[in-house]
């Protein structure tokens, strides 16, 4: 999640720090977690210098742990992704999530509660984060990009409209996202739309603003699993955002 970001502002990552807290150390999950956790470097490209662990038994139970970390990363002034780029009549493209990525587990944990899920999606809510750092500074670096948004805590109502100006409107079909099968059995529990909306991606993990012609050279950086697709364009009025249509669960 935090090498997302990062490139959101046209940034290269450089290096990962993390924390862990915990009642009592179990090397054997602990060397799980570090695992994970290089792993994300590896994709992402960079690297893990350091971190702190901290055994606090007053503070956790013996299974319980908490996890943090940050990431720094290099952009040229000259080459930061404003949303001043963004221009009337652009293109916004999802660029698919693999998952519920991390935010909503509070509700996800909820209705867990009170609901019985099948072993598909259970695998389905601890699939890991997709990390976008190779596609999307390759299109940074062609110049490819007007501005981005990572979809995460807000959803995409909240996320995608801190990437354009105040003069500029985000015009989103809602008919056009195309949810996964987790995001339908969340929504199944009596959820609404403007909830899931704004506690979940609804399978958008990350939002590119293009020019519209440049749709089909966006396109050939991506696998067919996260490959791109319109969801919206820009225009100019005195709203800064219009939600068009139903999501199709």
Not at 193 to 218: A, H, P, Q
């Amino acid at each position: 999640m935090c090498v997302n970001d990062l490139i959101v502002q046209g940034a290269k990552p450089l290096f990962f720090l993390d924390y862990i807290a915990v009642g009592k150390l179990d090397l054997k999950k602990t060397k799980k977690i570090f695992k994970g956790i290089l792993k994300g470097c590896s994709i992402s490209n960079c690297k893990l210098i350091g971190g702190e662990t901290a055994e606090m038994p007053g503070i956790y139970s013996k299974d319980k742990f908490d996890l943090a970390g940050f990431s720094v990363g290099i952009v040229s002034k000259k080459k930061i992704l404003k949303k001043t780029n963004v221009k009337k009549n652009n293109l916004i493209l999802a660029i698919p999530s693999s998952g519920i990525h991390s935010n909503g587990y509070s509700l996800v944990r909820t209705i867990l509660k009170n609901n019985k899920i099948s072993k598909t999606l259970k695998k389905e809510l601890l699939i890991p984060t997709k990390i976008y750092t190779k596609e999307i500074l390759q299109l940074i670096e062609i110049k490819l990009i007007k501005s981005a948004a990572h979809i995460t805590g807000g959803g995409l109502i909240e996320n995608i409209t801190r990437s354009v100006p105040s003069n500029l409107t985000v015009n989103i079909d809602l008919s056009k996202i195309k949810p996964k099968k987790i995001f339908r059995w969340i929504k199944s529990k009596n959820i609404s739309d403007l909830e899931m909306l704004r506690t979940f991606n609804c399978g958008v993990g990350f939002c590119i603003i293009i020019d519209k012609n440049d749709s089909n050279k966006v396109k050939k950086f991506f696998s067919k699993k996260y490959m791109p697709y319109e969801i919206g364009y820009i225009s100019k009025s005195k709203e800064k955002l219009k939600l068009f249509n139903k999501l199709k669960w």
